[in-house]
């Protein structure tokens, strides 16, 4: 699905238009109660069989856009109730992140093989043989069933058919969840087992029926920009060609000074930072003090590996990420600052809400919803000028190359070359959760000692996160190519190495933090 335009991404980028819009006119609060009525017009649903089921679901998107909890079944206080009591209480949103809305859910089946009507009742059922369980069975027509009762899904019936009879179901959202954490209600719904998850989002972006969303603060952010706050943007690597081909750097730093921010920085310039500290740490730690060592940046697969390895949480990095080392930095040069980290990922903004580094980020928002500003600001980068005069502060080569899976490692080892040049580094990298799982556990059977493990939990590295527009390979190669006009290559001569000792503050991130 990811890459693929659909009704659902509409949808979910009209509610960023329409939530944004009404902040920038600051008009009555009311207004937002009528957003599903203005997308969502006439007596007939367009995608599902109610027209007032369409409007509820937008509203419950409304209600998460705003930063807002869902309503529980029978509830239904005004959209613009609970915001002005959420703005009087100062708080942006409270967790969950990442949210079902159960009247949007399909009820999709839960894992399971099926025999479709492609099976030709041959002689040799290669899928009776197989099955350990004998689920399989012939009816009076020589054509196989499975009992799902005694099936274990093990999928040799699945291997085994000639015909290709045999189909696997799977939700799309429990196949893209590498925690396992999609679960299932008392009504067959889907539903998200918050001990296990990890807010990478990836069953966001994978749930066909558009059930599943985030809370954002779009809201927020467009009222600090009409307010003259003085707003800093710091974007995450992997911004480069996610506005189109239009949307140069230079054209984008041009849009955020239209829009009211105060200044735009390159989040690969913390990017360079974090990846001295990390080269220093891992000649410091591995293989002294511990056996291997994992990259800290990507906030799903450092929580992932606290929750699943609790053993592991001293291995991996305590490096500052670049996020909040660029944020520190904005912070130290303008106190009276608020920062807004811009990138690729869903689970960035649970990492900005905990208690050890809220001071430094204020908000964080996706691409997809800089985008719906930028639709709600009537921003059209084919006309814009840039001034060439106005650029942002730059990273160098490795550190714009944190976006895409391997980066990351890359960068630490290539830094490690101009610190010690004799010592050779082992990395091994898993985009997606899925194999970081698997790398971890080669780590615990102590197969990867002495390695630099690099965990991304996007399949493809950020420019896969949830919050993404373009697709991953387009995006892969664009990166690739801002990579190589950096003004620089290696992180070590990045001329912001002397703010590190400045700005870092070692810190601990608990998975319930």
């Keep these: 699905?990811?890459?693929?335009?659909?009704?659902?991404?509409?949808?979910?980028?009209?509610?960023?238009?329409?939530?944004?819009?009404?902040?920038?006119?600051?008009?009555?609060?009311?207004?937002?109660?009528?957003?599903?009525?203005?997308?969502?017009?006439?007596?007939?649903?367009?995608?599902?069989?109610?027209?007032?089921?369409?409007?509820?679901i937008v509203q419950e998107r409304v209600r998460l856009a705003l930063g807002l909890n869902l309503r529980y079944a029978g509830e239904t206080t005004p959209v613009s109730e609970d915001l002005q009591w959420a703005e009087k209480s100062k708080k942006h949103f409270e967790n969950p992140l990442v949210n079902i809305i159960?009247?949007?859910?399909?009820?999709?089946?839960?894992?399971?093989?099926r025999i479709t009507d492609n099976c030709q009742g041959c002689i040799s059922h290669p899928c009776m043989n197989v099955?350990?369980?004998?689920?399989?069975?012939?009816?009076?027509?020589?054509?196989?069933?499975?009992?799902?009762?005694?099936?274990?899904?093990?999928?040799?019936?699945?291997?085994?058919?000639?015909?290709?009879?045999?189909?696997?179901?799977?939700?799309?959202?429990?196949?893209?969840?590498?925690?396992?954490?999609i679960q299932s209600d008392e009504l067959g719904r889907a539903k998200i087992d918050y001990d296990k998850c990890v807010s990478c989002g990836m069953c966001l972006v994978n749930c066909p029926f558009g059930a599943i969303a985030d809370k954002s603060q779009i809201y927020q952010v467009c009222q600090a920009l009409r307010n003259n706050e003085k707003v800093v943007a710091c974007v995450a690597p992997a911004f480069v060609g996610q506005f189109?081909?239009?949307?140069?750097?230079?054209?984008?730093?041009?849009?955020?000074?239209?829009?009211?921010?105060?200044?735009?920085?390159?989040?690969?310039?913390?990017?360079?930072l974090c990846t001295v500290e990390e080269a220093h740490d891992f000649l410091e730690e591995v293989p002294a003090k511990q056996p291997w060592m994992g990259t800290s940046c990507c906030p799903a697969w450092s929580v992932m590996a606290k929750k699943l390895y609790p053993e592991f949480s001293d291995y991996i990095s305590m490096a500052l990420t670049p996020m909040v080392i660029t944020a520190r930095m904005v912070k130290k040069d303008h106190p009276d600052a608020r920062v807004v980290f811009i990138g690729p990922c869903s689970a960035k903004k649970l990492e900005a809400n905990r208690r050890t580094i809220r001071s430094d980020v204020d908000f964080v928002l996706?691409?997809?919803?800089?985008?719906?500003?930028?639709?709600?600001?009537?921003?059209?980068?084919?006309?814009?000028?840039?001034?060439?005069?106005?650029?942002?502060?730059?990273?160098?080569?490795?550190?714009?190359?944190?976006?895409?899976?391997?980066?990351?490692?890359?960068?630490?080892?290539?830094?490690?070359?101009?610190?010690?040049?004799?010592?050779?580094?082992?990395?091994?990298?898993?985009?997606?959760?899925?194999?970081?799982?698997?790398?971890?556990?080669?780590?615990?059977?102590?197969?990867?000692?002495?390695?630099?493990?690099?965990?991304?939990?996007?399949?493809g590295g950020c420019v896969a996160g949830a919050g993404t527009i373009r697709p991953v390979r387009d995006s892969m190669m664009t990166v690739e190519k801002f990579k190589n006009e950096a003004p620089s290559m290696s992180c070590t001569e990045s001329p912001y190495l002397d703010r590190l000792e400045e700005v870092e503050q070692k810190y601990e991130i608990t998975p319930h933090d």
Excluded: W
């Design 366 to 459: 996706t691409f997809e919803e800089m985008l719906g500003i930028f639709d709600a600001a009537d921003i059209d980068f084919t006309k814009l000028q840039a001034n060439p005069e106005d650029e942002m502060e730059e990273g160098t080569g490795m550190g714009r190359g944190f976006a895409v899976g391997g980066g990351v490692a890359a960068a630490v080892v290539e830094a490690i070359k101009h610190i010690d040049p004799e010592r050779q580094i082992k990395i091994e990298y898993g985009d997606g959760l899925k194999n970081c799982r698997k790398m971890l556990a080669m780590a615990k059977a102590g197969k990867r000692d002495g390695y630099l493990l690099e965990g991304m939990g996007c399949p």
């Design 244 to 272: 189109g081909k239009d949307a140069t750097p230079a054209k984008l730093h041009a849009a955020m000074k239209v829009l009211g921010f105060y200044d735009v920085v390159e989040v690969a310039i913390g990017a360079d």
């Design 102 to 113: 159960p009247f949007a859910c399909n009820a999709c089946p839960s894992k399971q093989l």
């Design 131 to 181: 099955c350990p369980k004998d689920a399989i069975y012939m009816d009076k027509d020589k054509h196989c069933h499975i009992d799902q009762e005694k099936c274990i899904k093990c999928g040799k019936c699945f291997n085994q058919c000639p015909y290709r009879a045999i189909s696997k179901i799977e939700r799309p959202c429990a196949a893209a969840c590498g925690m396992d954490a």
């Design 1 to 56: 699905m990811r890459g693929v335009h659909s009704a659902v991404d509409d949808i979910r980028r009209t509610v960023f238009k329409e939530v944004a819009k009404l902040a920038f006119e600051d008009g009555d609060p009311r207004l937002l109660d009528q957003i599903p009525l203005k997308m969502i017009q006439g007596d007939v649903a367009k995608h599902r069989h109610d027209v007032f089921l369409e409007r509820a």
